[in-house]
């Protein structure tokens, strides 16, 4: 049961799928290193005269609102249509939505005119978005919340629900869920929320699994968490004890040597 | 005497503040990782759009100039205005003012829009700003004036006294005064120039540590430099040898291992 | 022989040259860190307002298309234009052209209204441009072209007399080539091509060593992909069985540590 998510892994590096991303430029180079090590290929291009030429010939679309701005909102509306229309999975992170009045609305912009794939965000984003019809409750979602997988699931299913997408919640135990089937991801380890760029690594992941097997877009989302959170345990086992520095180069060593062997063997999930 | 300074670290890993940066992609990856092991929690947001709302929830605001360009020089000035009107401290480091018109432009139209909380630059850009009145000075100032730290605390304190804020002056060694009392750090070495980003990154510390004690701007900034100064200390023992790439894997290490012990035992400084 | 260009390294750590890009946002961080491992001074500013005050300051500029936008576009014809009147080599790396039509209008642009030193890409790229008044050629060109360095040099050697410049081609054998003279580079490591940013930090070097003696561009540019190329294969012996993160690490000190003897005893090339 669990080679279904594991032998992925194989896919990718069969067919190097091509993952657009329109990235934020904190994490860029994280992002198309990680998506190298996995065995994909990463393209950043996010003028909007070629956004949809990019998108079009890519196995994947990444959209990542880390460092949005007035440029480059058109260029992941124009992308993730030219993706809709070709059938390309497109992945979105909506990075701080909630922080800022332009975050919100761009994420709403793009829920409406982008047929999502796979929404992968923390659970303050993720339930934001999830009570957007009724903003209150997302802002006053308790910490309890925060740290409960049942209440995570529960989140994500009403969300992946509303968008008809899969989502995927990061956090100590991720979720994944297309509505009806929820998985739960025990791996990963707490010094990668010490590292910026981690939760936008499992996007590009998603990006790269999902461009290999387009039509298994909720196993693939499992394979990706799996290889980041795994990726982390070996790192954390490997260099944590040197730092973050340390600790960030064993993370992108433990991705560019990751088989399915080794996730069969170290993946910790249940169906929730 | 020296914990005023050394104790501050403990603040942040305490209060965990928001750092928010309108700064310059080629160091923005470093200046993120930088101030998560410092324990603070960086954002970078520099659209025009959602510049002042991130202020305003910020607990310090990072103004680089490094790869500034038309369109995010409004988003500092509305990220400064707000954080000036919400009792945010505001860090500017002028990078490369005196290199080209618009860096020199945008650096006066920082300073005369803006309250500054600490201003951080190599000797060359704090001496153009000191004398911003009489340019040819600035230019002409001698090599002996760069080598030299008493002239680099006259020029700094002429320039403190001038905006009314605190100006730090990084090199071989570290000047900081708020025009009346002026502190000079031994600690450093010089492979930190030899890698980009690192005066970027003393701004991320020095916002770091002023997000988390707001009233002590002086001594935050003091004890910012003296992080970076004994990280690299620590890093060229630990991998100068090897190389660049090590040295800077070893840097965010020993930032991130940074504790107000290591701080007290190791500090050099002296009041000028 | 071999000397006119494992010597020129010497001549960067003397004369320290500016080297300004121009560049994508992606890689920007690792080709600063390449341009000062080398010993040279990076400055990146892509503003419309400074391109040409910075270009005119600078030992050499390099365009890189990386993530062109409509914004920088102009900035590289106009630090382009400055930098040619001031006879300031200048380094054009055609990212992506053939993959959007701005990249190929955008690569046209630049080639007719700037006088360019030094073209780097890849196969792909330089196969592109060389048929660019016969499209259909480059796009038909097979696998076998690609793998073939002879054919590589008859490429190479036809767009480098098209465009009165010199040429390299980076791959498993570097061309270099100013369309009579032809250096074929037999150095590097497959693993160059798992990290993003490998072929940017090329023109990062290629800028240094121009910027040092730009009065031998063929050398200049032999010089620096050997230096990579050798620095990749000291990575590849160091740390390249610990996998991609430690990679990149160990080329980054491979670089900062390079020096003539090296370059001298492993150095592989031949006149084609």
Redesign the interface.
């Known amino acids: 049961m669990m080679e279904k998510y594991t032998k992925l892994i194989e896919q990718i590096r069969i067919r190097k799928p091509l993952v657009h991303h329109i990235t ?7 992002c ?2 990680i998506t ?2 996995i065995g994909a290929s ?9 956004a949809s ?2 998108a079009r ?1 890519a196995s994947a679309v990444v959209l990542n609102m ?6 480059t909102i058109p260029s992941m509306i124009k992308a993730g249509k030219a993706a809709g229309e070709a059938g390309v999975p497109i992945i979105f992170d909506p990075v ?1 939505v909630g ?5 919100n609305e761009t994420a709403n912009l793009v829920l409406e005119e982008v047929r999502i794939g796979v929404l992968c965000g923390n659970i303050s984003e993720v339930r934001f978005l999830s009570g957007r019809q009724s903003k209150t409750k997302g802002v006053d979602a308790s910490e309890h919340d925060i740290q409960n997988p049942e209440n995570a699931v529960l989140i994500a299913k009403s969300l992946a629900a509303q968008l008809d997408c899969v989502v995927a919640v990061t956090g100590a135990v991720d979720v994944v869920t297309d509505g009806k089937r929820s998985i739960c991801i025990e791996n990963g380890h707490i010094m990668l929320s ?4 981690t939760g936008c690594m499992c996007s590009s992941l998603i990006g790269s699994f999902c461009g290999a097997v387009p039509n298994m877009l909720l196993e693939a989302t499992v394979a990706a968490l799996l290889s980041m959170g795994i990726a982390g345990e070996i790192a954390h086992t490997e260099a944590g004890q ?5 600790f ?10 990751m088989d399915s062997d080794t996730l069969m063997r170290r993946a910790k999930l249940y169906e929730a």
């Open positions: 934020n430029y904190v994490t860029a180079n994280d198309a290193n190298l090590a990463p393209i950043m291009a996010d003028a909007q005269r070629e030429d990019i010939i880390g460092t949005l701005n007035e440029r701080g922080a800022s009045r332009l975050r010490n590292l910026t760029g040197q730092g973050n520095g340390s960030r180069t064993a993370l992108h060593d433990a991705v560019s040597r």
